[in-house]
């Protein structure tokens, strides 16, 4: 059973910083693209980062510059460091990864449960 939980949430004064972590286990043969997606309240799941096995990332234009993303494949772990939050900042932060279960033949996508990242004074 592959598993995806995320932590590193919380409340935070604008301008401030959070680290999220997300970690996976579970029977993994191999991990593709991990990355991070958010929801705000009363809007759709939009796509934040992500990361490669190579180490590209690729970022949503709203966050460049104030968040990066990371990973450390010797844990299965990926993370996103933000940086400079601005209330708009506001959501469930979701963990996504693309990967391969053992004795699976091809790769799935997997979902955490949501970390909440809330910003306000």
């Known amino acids: 059973q592959v598993q995806l939980v995320e932590s590193g949430g919380g409340l935070v004064q604008p301008g401030g910083s959070l680290r999220l972590s997300c970690a996976a286990s579970g029977n993994i043969f191999s991990i593709n693209v991990m990355g991070w997606y958010r929801q705000a309240p009363g809007k759709q799941r939009e796509f934040v980062a992500t990361?490669?096995?190579?180490?590209?990332?690729n970022y949503a234009d709203s966050v460049k510059g104030r968040f990066t993303i990371s990973r450390d494949d010797t844990k299965n772990t990926v993370h996103l460091q933000i940086n400079s939050l601005k209330p708009e900042d506001t959501a469930v932060y979701y963990c996504?990864?693309?990967?391969?279960?053992?004795?699976?033949?091809?790769?799935?996508?997997?979902w955490g449960q949501g970390t909440q990242v809330t910003v306000s004074s």
């Open positions: 996504n990864a693309n990967l391969r279960p053992s004795g699976a033949l091809r790769y799935y996508d997997y």
């Open positions: 990361i490669t096995t190579g180490g590209t990332t």
